[in-house]
């Protein structure tokens, strides 16, 4: 079984400056990891995923996260926050078996402020 | 790209009565799952299916809930007997062997 803890429930953030959004997780298995995110009243959208090879994964609109695995974490950064950044933050674990459910933290609600 | 389709998006019904919420996975996918969000609060995982049935639930998928394929594009989950705590964002998702779980855009099932 997998359990995935998101420390900051709400983070606060002035547009144009950089922003972290914590992730840990405990697992006894080999884990891939994953963060979605949700804008209000949609659903959610896959943002960036760590499977396997580099540590470091990126998404297209400029939010990368780092696999650690001896810290069990993989925190969400991103340099330079936009307005429409404002959106929660979800991370999920699975097992790396095909099939294996996803796991989600408890998010992180981002609201960036001009 | 290939979406997770699900409707209705908005679903109304009496305390009691039978739901039934469709979804129309990606048609490569293998993996089916159902997910659920209360109001505020995390996304909670209610049921995964493989090969024509169940192979991992949660302890909130009691005998209230079934799932089921019942042609080779659809994936639905009924809620028999409906309570004001089932009130919530229903979230289907399909995954295939890349490791992709894909979402659709959700149920909010209504109770009254």
């Known amino acids: 079984a997998q359990s995935v803890t998101q420390l900051d429930s709400q983070v606060p953030v002035f547009e144009e400056a950089p922003v972290e959004l914590r992730c840990n997780y405990s697992?006894?298995?080999?884990?891939?990891l994953f963060w979605y995110v949700q804008y209000p009243n949609q659903g959610l959208q896959l943002l960036l995923k760590?499977?396997?090879?580099?540590?470091l994964v990126e998404s297209i609109n400029g939010f990368e996260a780092e696999f650690n695995k001896s810290q069990t974490s993989f925190h969400l950064r991103k340099p330079s926050v936009h307005i429409s950044d404002t959106a929660e933050y979800f991370c999920a674990v699975t097992g790396v078996n095909a099939g294996n459910m996803l796991t989600f933290g408890g998010g992180t609600r981002l609201m960036v402020k001009p | 790209e290939p979406e997770v389709t699900q409707t209705p998006s908005h679903q109304v019904t009496q305390m009691g009565q039978e739901v039934i919420l469709r979804c129309v996975p990606i048609?490569?996918?293998?993996?089916f799952y159902w997910y659920r969000q209360i109001l505020g609060q995390k996304v909670e995982f209610l049921v995964s299916f493989y090969n024509n049935e169940i192979s991992e639930k949660s302890e909130i998928f009691d005998d209230q809930f079934s799932v089921e394929r019942p042609d080779g594009s659809n994936f639905t989950l009924k809620i028999r007997s409906t309570k004001l705590e089932d009130s919530a964002m229903y979230f289907c998702a399909s995954s295939g062997n890349s490791r992709s779980y894909t979402f659709g855009s959700g149920t909010r099932l209504t109770v009254v």
């Open positions: 048609s490569n996918h293998l993996y």
């Open positions: 697992s006894s298995v080999s884990v891939y």
């Open positions: 760590y499977l396997s090879g580099s540590t």
